[in-house]
């Protein structure tokens, strides 16, 4: 893309919440470009019941927008979407209830003119002749398409359908086809039919249907621990049967990279049903090992949800702490990833994951590692929705967390969860009990005089700053160049007054007052932070609204809004407009 339309600059650093909604519009938006009343677009998406939750959300809101010249096209197993739970089958609900037209189309299985044409075209043979052939196949496959291909090519192996070669013409036993047994499931099909391939071919294509649905020749080598030659040599008659699908540029090549896929989906996981599970997970653990190792530095962040998706799968298979604290910093690793493209139900897997391979005792001995996953872990429940796991997870947390700063950044982290879930006593609370930590007493009692006081203080700071020299405007308008906020204590206490400020707007005016206050105190002491901008917002409404020094109020929202625009933090930069357009 950028080939295109030239470098992008780096995205704003937002909340997730904010993020997850900035990647839909702009997703949604990139989608519009290719669409016009001349050039409408047409967009295709199979087997769309294997979707993740992040593209279920996605395709919910984008849906949903009024989109023009757009048309969607999904193709899924009505088997695998039965259950009410499914999210398709809720997708399609909020559809109907928001009014989207939409139109189901049931494929409806071969009927036997369909599979007399089929099979005649097949044959080069006539279809009066084919006709009682077909009467047959669609008594045993039911019509089933994946069925009646591979129910021929059963017949012609079992040589109930062979060509005559005296009288140049296809035949069939029309006496033993009927007698025949086919399943009605597609899985024990396939695994019938590779059964009938040599053992060192079922042996091949059961490693290779742990890779994945695609998968390289050099990988296959070293799980096979065999020459490229003789991999690719057991390989061949599966490839012959056209159940495995080499690529066009390494077509029955030993070449380094040569890649090769199933046929579907179905017969992948047919070699799979092939194999013993506590086998199959020591293979993926051995294929995690040699990716972890083989893929160069450059594209191991590319391959990383593959490299800990393959460890994960055999993590029974590890050995040693040393192990288990890889592993599970590499599932961190991906969590992060994943929460960064906002992917937010795979973050939690993967936070899940690395915290339940870690034991106890790393809270001792791995404290930083242990400490960072189960606080990832806590807000990734949070981001989907689970604040009852988000709770515990976060109570969990503060309880071994160790030192005062990471103790008031769980409590940041409590006060978001409980609020989202409504609690708004105990989020405040939870920002009392950080900012306390970090020697920020709030006060209970006796507003007046606590917000007296931190009006003195920025008083104070800002004659300090005048210095005779300067005017009280002059010095407001002089915070835009101060320094930038740089100890992280000093960052998590503003980071608490501002979630402070905003869970008391709505139900506490004097702890909401002080708040503001402080934040203004804070930033002119220790230097700007991205929450300065709203803290100087609604100091500058405080100003206004209950001492009537509205000049000063417009001066301290003017600095909000530069600094804002500076720091270019679009959720708070939102926020500040917000309020200095409506309220100063």
Same mark, same amino acid.
């Given at each position: 893309?950028?080939?295109?339309?030239?470098?992008?600059?780096?995205?704003?650093?937002?909340?997730?919440?904010?993020?997850?909604?900035?990647?839909?519009?702009?997703?949604?938006?990139?989608?519009?470009?290719?669409?016009?009343?001349?050039?409408?677009?047409?967009?295709? &998406?199979?087997?769309?019941?294997?979707?993740?939750?992040?593209?279920?959300?996605?395709?919910?809101?984008?849906?949903?927008?009024?989109?023009?010249?757009?048309?969607?096209?999904?193709?899924?197993?009505?088997?695998?979407?039965?259950?009410?739970?499914?999210?398709?089958?809720?997708?399609?609900?909020?559809?109907?209830?928001?009014?989207?037209?939409?139109?189901?189309?049931?494929?409806?299985?071969?009927?036997?003119?369909?599979?007399?044409?089929?099979?005649?075209?097949?044959?080069?043979?006539?279809?009066?002749?084919?006709?009682?052939?077909?009467?047959?196949?669609?008594?045993?496959?039911?019509?089933?398409?994946?069925?009646?291909?591979?129910? &021929?090519?059963?017949?012609?192996?079992?040589?109930?359908?062979?060509?005559?070669?005296?009288?140049?013409?296809?035949?069939?036993?029309?006496?033993?086809?009927?007698?025949?047994?086919?399943?009605?499931?597609?899985?024990?099909?396939?695994?019938?039919?590779?059964?009938?391939?040599?053992?060192?071919?079922?042996?091949?294509?059961?490693?290779?249907?742990?890779?994945?649905?695609?998968?390289?020749?050099?990988?296959?080598?070293?799980?096979?621990?065999?020459?490229?030659?003789?991999?690719?040599?057991?390989?061949?008659?599966?490839?012959?049967?056209? &159940?495995?699908?080499?690529?066009?540029?390494?077509?029955?090549?030993?070449?380094?990279?040569?890649?090769?896929?199933?046929?579907?989906?179905?017969?992948?996981?047919?070699?799979?049903?092939?194999?013993?599970?506590?086998?199959?997970?020591?293979?993926?653990?051995?294929?995690?090992?040699?990716?972890?190792?083989?893929?160069?530095?450059?594209?191991?962040?590319?391959?990383?949800?593959?490299?800990?998706?393959?460890?994960?799968?055999?993590?029974?298979?590890?050995?040693?702490?040393?192990?288990?604290?890889?592993?599970?910093?590499?599932?961190?690793?991906?969590?992060?990833?994943?929460?960064?493209?906002?992917?937010?139900?795979?973050?939690?897997?993967?936070?899940?994951?690395?915290?339940?391979?870690?034991?106890?005792?790393?809270?001792?001995?791995?404290?930083?590692?242990?400490?960072?996953?189960?606080?990832?872990?806590?807000?990734?429940?949070?981001?989907?929705?689970?604040?009852?796991?988000?709770?515990?997870?976060?109570?969990?947390?503060?309880?071994?967390?160790?030192?005062?700063?990471?103790?008031?950044?769980?409590?940041?982290?409590?006060?978001?969860?409980?609020?989202?879930?409504?609690?708004?006593?105990?989020?405040?609370?939870?920002?009392?009990?950080?900012?306390?930590?970090?020697?920020?007493?709030?006060?209970?009692?006796?507003?007046?005089?606590?917000?007296?006081?931190?009006?003195?203080?920025?008083?104070?700071?800002?004659?300090?700053?005048?210095?005779?020299?300067?005017?009280?405007?002059?010095?407001?308008?002089?915070?835009?160049?101060?320094?930038?906020?740089?100890?992280?204590?000093?960052?998590?206490?503003?980071?608490?007054?501002?979630?402070?400020?905003?869970?008391?707007?709505?139900?506490?005016?004097?702890?909401?007052?002080?708040?503001?206050?402080?934040?203004?105190?804070?930033?002119?002491?220790?230097?700007?932070?991205?929450?300065?901008?709203?803290?100087?917002?609604?100091?500058?409404?405080?100003?206004?609204?209950?001492?009537?020094?509205?000049?000063?109020?417009?001066?301290?929202?003017?600095?909000?809004?530069?600094?804002?625009?500076?720091?270019?933090?679009?959720?708070?930069?939102?926020?500040?407009?917000?309020?200095?357009?409506?309220?100063?």
């Amino acid at each position: 893309l950028a080939l295109i339309i030239g470098e992008v600059p780096p995205l704003p650093n937002v909340g997730a919440t904010e993020a997850q909604s900035q990647f839909k519009k702009v997703l949604q938006k990139f989608i519009g470009v290719f669409c016009s009343p001349d050039r409408p677009l047409v967009i295709f &998406l199979d087997d769309i019941q294997w979707a993740d939750t992040a593209t279920f959300n996605w395709l919910e809101s984008v849906l949903t927008d009024e989109s023009h010249h757009l048309l969607w096209i999904f193709a899924y197993q009505i088997r695998e979407t039965a259950n009410p739970g499914h999210p398709w089958v809720k997708l399609l609900e909020v559809l109907r209830q928001k009014g989207m037209t939409f139109e189901t189309i049931a494929l409806a299985p071969l009927q036997v003119p369909d599979i007399t044409e089929m099979i005649a075209e097949t044959l080069n043979e006539s279809p009066d002749k084919v006709k009682p052939l077909a009467e047959l196949v669609m008594s045993k496959t039911g019509g089933n398409p994946f069925f009646v291909s591979e129910f &021929l090519k059963t017949l012609y192996q079992e040589n109930l359908l062979q060509f005559n070669f005296q009288y140049l013409s296809w035949q069939w036993d029309s006496e033993r086809i009927p007698s025949m047994d086919i399943t009605d499931n597609v899985i024990d099909l396939t695994v019938a039919l590779l059964q009938k391939l040599p053992d060192a071919t079922q042996e091949v294509l059961r490693l290779a249907a742990c890779i994945g649905e695609s998968f390289d020749l050099t990988t296959l080598c070293y799980l096979q621990e065999k020459s490229p030659s003789d991999t690719l040599a057991d390989l061949s008659p599966a490839i012959d049967e056209g &159940l495995i699908l080499p690529d066009h540029a390494a077509f029955m090549t030993t070449a380094p990279g040569a890649k090769y896929k199933f046929l579907h989906q179905k017969v992948q996981e047919a070699a799979g049903a092939l194999i013993d599970e506590q086998w199959q997970k020591s293979v993926h653990f051995k294929i995690g090992r040699h990716l972890l190792r083989a893929t160069p530095p450059a594209e191991k962040h590319e391959r990383l949800f593959e490299i800990v998706s393959h460890l994960n799968a055999g993590k029974d298979w590890l050995v040693g702490s040393r192990e288990k604290v890889e592993l599970a910093r590499l599932n961190l690793e991906a969590g992060k990833k994943a929460k960064d493209a906002t992917a937010y139900a795979a973050a939690l897997e993967y936070f899940r994951t690395g915290a339940e391979i870690l034991g106890g005792d790393d809270w001792d001995v791995h404290y930083d590692l242990t400490f960072t996953l189960h606080k990832e872990l806590a807000e990734a429940e949070y981001l989907n929705g689970d604040l009852a796991g988000a709770t515990k997870s976060i109570e969990l947390t503060l309880s071994k967390a160790l030192g005062p700063l990471d103790k008031a950044e769980t409590c940041n982290l409590m006060m978001a969860i409980t609020r989202m879930a409504g609690a708004y006593s105990a989020s405040l609370t939870a920002g009392q009990q950080g900012l306390q930590l970090l020697g920020v007493t709030v006060p209970e009692s006796d507003w007046d005089k606590a917000l007296g006081q931190e009006i003195a203080a920025v008083n104070s700071y800002l004659e300090a700053i005048s210095n005779g020299t300067v005017s009280r405007a002059g010095a407001i308008a002089s915070l835009f160049d101060a320094p930038e906020m740089s100890q992280p204590d000093h960052r998590c206490a503003a980071k608490l007054v501002m979630n402070l400020m905003e869970t008391a707007r709505w139900f506490h005016r004097e702890l909401f007052a002080w708040s503001s206050a402080k934040l203004v105190s804070l930033s002119l002491q220790h230097g700007n932070a991205p929450e300065s901008a709203l803290g100087y917002a609604n100091y500058g409404v405080f100003l206004g609204t209950a001492s009537g020094a509205y000049r000063y109020g417009r001066l301290f929202g003017k600095l909000a809004k530069r600094l804002s625009d500076k720091i270019n933090n679009i959720a708070y930069k939102c926020k500040v407009c917000l309020v200095v357009e409506n309220y100063i």
